[in-house]
């Protein structure tokens, strides 16, 4: 005996990136804004001028990656429970990178899953972390590795939070930018050597080319099926680094600009990008600051934590590598006698 569901539908999650000023909204509903203390110290003021809502609630919790687990996620839902949120709802993530995943994690789970807007304050999460829908935290395993597909209801991408920026965050936001110029737009990274970031105007071109450039893979494969796992070009190699470190030796695009380097030492090692494509990484990411070595103390130890990569399986290791400047590949099929080499080099 068999009884049959039929569940073949069409989802639109299409959604607007606004970037510009956030003007005036209000909400018929329940909101909640979730944050950390040094966001809402330096600029939760000039959100809440900006929103009213029926009802609104402020939810914080620790600043920093090492807090993006557990515990976080349970102060936000505690406090949702708390003041009675219901599918209706709305949260805005106001915070950077571990705030919009967790916020969008916990939006993806409670009661099923209800609304949540994307107000992103540095300049990594303003060009990726906000964009696609990843949503999830960490935990002793590593990464990202418990986590939903969660599209936002918008994202709205603002310049004045940028102001208060340390330079060390404006660099790990700059690494991303490289990350989809390197494997997805030749004429964006040559645009990037010659570029001045601190200019205001400038750096808005940058950020609009890189959402642009993220917009278009998400849309042709939103839940990593096979394109879009090239996002995470660097972010295999990075993942390692920051588990080793306990997620407080670096950000994570300066970690992701370490993995960068390391993956195109293996891209020479197979012929696909030149060593004078490789040094011109390297020079676009030293511009910034950005680390580009690391210490491995056992190449053994770093190469058997890839297989705790959601994009590797129990005999591979998955590697997004770049293509010259402009292209990449990805594979599963390369010895593991050869990447070893390339970690021997670090």
Known sequence: MQVHIPLVKTVDNSY????????AMHFETKVAIITNPKVAGLHLGYLLSKITAK???IITVPDGEEYKNQDSVNIILESLFNHRFNRKSLLIAFGGGVIGDMTGYVASIYQRGIDFMQVPTTLLSQVDASVGGKTGMNNSYGKNLI???HQPQSVLIDAHFLQTLPQREFGAGVAEIVKMAVTFNEDFFIFLEE???SNK?????AIKKAVQTKAGVVAQDEKEHGLRAALNYGHTFAHVI???TSYTGFLHGEAVAIGMVMANRLA??????????????VLLLEKYNLPTTYKIANS????ETFFLDKKSTDSHVTFILPVGIGGVKISDTIEKKLVLSVLDEF
């Open 147 to 149: 986590g939903a597909f």
């Open 268 to 281: 020479v090692k197979l012929h696909l990008m030149s060593e004078d494509d490789a040094q011109r990484v």
């Open 195 to 197: 570029a001045d970031l």
């Open 242 to 244: 920051e588990s080793q």
């Open 300 to 303: 053994e130890s770093f190469y």
């Open 16 to 23: 607007n990136i606004e970037i510009a000023p956030i003007e």
């Open 201 to 205: 105007e400038v750096l808005q071109e």
């Open 55 to 57: 009802e609104l609630y």
